[in-house]
């Protein structure tokens, strides 16, 4: 099963699939690798990035978050103030400290593009080595980077093992057939069934600090992003938006104007200052990757300024429901850009974000399953094709589009009784075969689509 603490992680920008796994995966083989026999032979490390993560890791920030997670950060913990501080120290010194051991490590030799290539099981896979002054491998670690910050060994990946069953769970859900047979069985929305597998895992008191420490990074968030002004890094000269949008906006309502896009102006704000933040590799919430970062704090802060009853407890149910939603996607089908487009990120995550919002409107649990099919039913087919490789075009508005969608989603399910045609486990195999379906190019490769045509202009 997936978990909340799984689903919604908080790290850095830009991509959760190139930045923060990549992280996680360079940290735990730095972790393994200490204890290896015959670590205290190890005279250098080296890492290649295959598939997805050689074509746009640059834009992404793969080779500075390896660096960082060999240096033992963790994605969780990172502070992007000290994150600039090892780097800067790595480049001077060549030399990172494992173990208490100083390795030499030349980041212009040891981190490998390899754009030739294919990776067997994944498209986001990276490989370390560890070898002695003779060259004789040590030790090496093969990862996939399956999204949202989740790592897996290339191993489980190629076996299809990534997902165990977990016994005596209470609600061993793998279909939203199953969520609404089990709510139907015990009486319990999906949001409670989501609680009692939670604490089936730790204690209560752990899960709800969890729940609001993310909805206290969400905010925080969108907030630094309403007020931080600038260019953001990579290149393209994108000049930050939100702090003007949110500037004209205070304007119109000090002069008492309320235009019939106001709202939809709002929404689109929290969403862009989100994936502002995310471009500058500022902290964020995995939700459920980074790509897709500002759709759900967007949807959350629209509803707890403008909906009525939307305290605390409301906000968890939002979030406890919107991870049964996640999960299912990421059980049945990806939440990985490289596997099957931005369907599987900015799509995911409206259909996660229109679930949420239904279910803490007091929608039924028909209602919640069709406003998440909704929400993803008009993004299938979306390619991922960031324009250099960084998370800023066209995926900055997208966020914006997709918690509109979401609101609008949660809007047309609660209108009728939850009765409809296409259901939401019929819509996640669809948008798993169009991922499969879909040339490579148009999945965060920068080979293909706006990407490439921008570049043409």
Same mark, same amino acid.
């Given at each position: =099963? +997936?978990?909340?603490?799984?689903?919604?992680?908080?790290?850095?920008?830009?991509?959760?699939?190139?930045?923060?796994?990549?992280?996680?995966?360079?940290?735990?083989?730095?972790?393994?690798?200490?204890? /290896?026999?015959?670590?205290?032979?190890?005279?250098?490390?080296?890492?290649?990035?295959?598939?997805? !993560?050689?074509?746009?890791?640059?834009?992404?920030?793969?080779?500075?978050?390896?660096?960082?997670?060999?240096?033992?950060?963790?994605? &969780?913990?990172?502070?992007?103030?000290?994150?600039?501080?090892?780097?800067?120290?790595?480049?001077?010194?060549?030399?990172?400290?494992?173990? $208490?051991?100083?390795?030499?490590?030349?980041?212009?030799?040891?981190?490998?593009?390899?754009?030739? /290539? %294919?990776?067997?099981?994944?498209?986001?896979? !990276?490989?370390? /080595?560890?070898?002695?002054?003779? &060259?004789? *491998? +040590?030790? @090496?670690?093969?990862?996939?980077?399956?999204?949202?910050?989740?790592?897996?060994?290339?191993?489980?990946?190629?076996?299809?093992?990534?997902?165990?069953?977990?016994? &005596?769970?209470?609600?061993?859900?793998?279909?939203?057939?199953?969520?609404?047979? =089990?709510?139907?069985?015990?009486?319990?929305?999906?949001?409670?069934?989501?609680?009692?597998?939670?604490?089936?895992?730790?204690?209560?008191?752990?899960?709800?600090?969890?729940?609001?420490?993310?909805?206290?990074? =969400?905010?925080?968030?969108?907030?630094?992003?309403?007020?931080? *002004?600038?260019?953001?890094?990579? #290149?393209?000269?994108?000049?930050?938006?939100?702090?003007?949008? %949110?500037?004209?906006?205070?304007?119109?309502?000090?002069?008492?104007?309320?235009? $019939?896009?106001?709202?939809?102006?709002?929404?689109?704000?929290?969403?862009?200052?989100?994936?502002?933040?995310?471009?500058?590799?500022?902290?964020?919430?995995?939700?459920?990757?980074?790509?897709?970062? #500002?759709?759900?704090?967007?949807?959350?802060?629209?509803?707890?300024?403008?909906?009525?009853?939307?305290?605390?407890? %409301?906000?968890?149910?939002?979030?406890? /429901?919107?991870?049964?939603?996640? $999960?299912?996607?990421?059980?049945?089908?990806?939440?990985?850009?490289?596997?099957?487009?931005?369907?599987?990120?900015?799509?995911?995550?409206?259909?996660?974000?229109? &679930?949420?919002?239904?279910?803490?409107?007091?929608?039924?649990?028909?209602?919640?399953?069709?406003?998440?099919?909704? #929400?993803?039913?008009?993004?299938?087919?979306?390619?991922?094709?960031?324009?250099?490789?960084?998370?800023? +075009?066209?995926?900055?508005?997208?966020?914006?589009? #997709?918690?509109?969608?979401? +609101?609008?989603?949660?809007?047309?399910?609660?209108?009728?009784?939850?009765?409809?045609?296409?259901?939401?486990?019929?819509?996640? %195999?669809?948008?798993?075969?169009?991922?499969?379906?879909?040339?490579?190019?148009?999945?965060?490769?920068? @080979?293909?689509?706006?990407?490439?045509?921008?570049? *043409?202009?």
């Amino acid at each position: =099963m +997936i978990s909340v603490f799984e689903l919604f992680k908080i790290g850095i920008g830009p991509s959760s699939s190139h930045t923060m796994g990549p992280m996680l995966a360079a940290a735990k083989f730095a972790q393994s690798l200490a204890g /290896t026999p015959g670590f205290a032979q190890v005279t250098r490390v080296s890492v290649v990035l295959y598939g997805s !993560l050689a074509f746009t890791g640059r834009g992404h920030g793969t080779d500075r978050a390896v660096k960082l997670g060999l240096a033992g950060m963790q994605p &969780g913990e990172a502070d992007p103030d000290e994150a600039a501080r090892i780097l800067a120290r790595l480049e001077s010194a060549k030399i990172l400290v494992i173990g $208490g051991r100083e390795i030499a490590f030349d980041a212009e030799h040891d981190v490998v593009f390899d754009f030739l /290539t %294919k990776p067997p099981s994944h498209p986001n896979t !990276l490989a370390f /080595t560890a070898v002695c002054s003779d &060259g004789r *491998e +040590i030790a @090496q670690e093969r990862w996939c980077s399956v999204g949202g910050g989740f790592v897996v060994p290339e191993a489980e990946v190629a076996a299809g093992e990534i997902y165990a069953e977990v016994e &005596g769970l209470p609600y061993p859900y793998r279909s939203a057939a199953d969520l609404l047979e =089990m709510a139907h069985k015990s009486g319990l929305s999906i949001a409670q069934m989501v609680w009692e597998n939670e604490v089936f895992w730790r204690p209560a008191a752990e899960v709800e600090a969890h729940l609001d420490r993310v909805l206290e990074v =969400m905010m925080a968030c969108v907030d630094r992003g309403m007020r931080t *002004e600038g260019i953001l890094p990579g #290149g393209l000269n994108v000049r930050r938006r939100a702090p003007a949008l %949110k500037a004209r906006l205070a304007v119109a309502m000090g002069q008492n104007a309320n235009p $019939g896009m106001a709202f939809l102006d709002r929404v689109s704000l929290y969403a862009i200052a989100v994936n502002e933040e995310n471009a500058s590799g500022s902290r964020v919430v995995t939700a459920p990757t980074n790509g897709a970062a #500002g759709v759900i704090p967007a949807v959350l802060r629209y509803f707890r300024d403008e909906c009525a009853d939307a305290g605390r407890e %409301k906000m968890h149910e939002f979030l406890l /429901t919107a991870t049964a939603i996640g $999960g299912l996607f990421k059980m049945n089908a990806s939440i990985s850009g490289a596997e099957v487009g931005c369907q599987g990120e900015v799509g995911v995550a409206c259909s996660m974000a229109s &679930g949420g919002l239904a279910a803490a409107l007091g929608a039924s649990m028909e209602q919640v399953e069709n406003a998440a099919e909704i #929400g993803m039913e008009h993004h299938l087919g979306m390619t991922c094709d960031p324009v250099g490789g960084l998370v800023q +075009i066209p995926c900055i508005e997208r966020n914006a589009f #997709g918690a509109v969608k979401a +609101i609008n989603a949660a809007s047309l399910a609660m209108s009728g009784d939850g009765a409809h045609v296409v259901s939401l486990d019929r819509v996640i %195999k669809t948008m798993r075969e169009t991922g499969r379906d879909m040339q490579a190019k148009y999945k965060e490769t920068s @080979q293909g689509g706006l990407a490439l045509n921008f570049t *043409e202009c």
